[in-house]
């Protein structure tokens, strides 16, 4: 796999444990889901977390704001946070590596 879709499926994992609330504290409060306070958004239905905006492209790098760009980042189908850890990851690899073709 690229260095680059291996640094989204590393994220993305974490992501979704964040999601989970199967990873540490500081890493879960940093990904808030869109919409969270207004019902009626179209993200909201989506599962898509909130971009956080940065002003520098050092704070873009961050987890806050890199993170939530690559889980908006894949389809709906792979960003179902209802699946288990291991069919998240096996569903994101595949999706992954069928980009690079």
Request: proline share 3%; aromatic share 10%; hydrophobic share 45%.
């Amino acid at each position: 796999m690229p260095v680059r879709q291996r640094i989204q499926y590393k994220m993305a994992i974490l992501v979704h444990k964040c999601v989970n609330e199967r990873a540490p504290e500081y890493l879960i409060t940093d990904c808030c889901w869109a919409g969270s306070r207004r019902f009626g958004t179209r993200s909201a239905g989506r599962r898509m977390l909130k971009v956080v905006r940065m002003n520098t492209s050092f704070g873009d790098r961050s987890f806050a704001a890199a993170a939530s760009r690559v889980w908006n980042g894949f389809p709906d189908a792979v960003r179902n946070s209802a699946l288990s850890e291991d069919a998240f990851a096996k569903l994101l690899k595949t999706y992954l590596m069928n980009c690079i073709v």
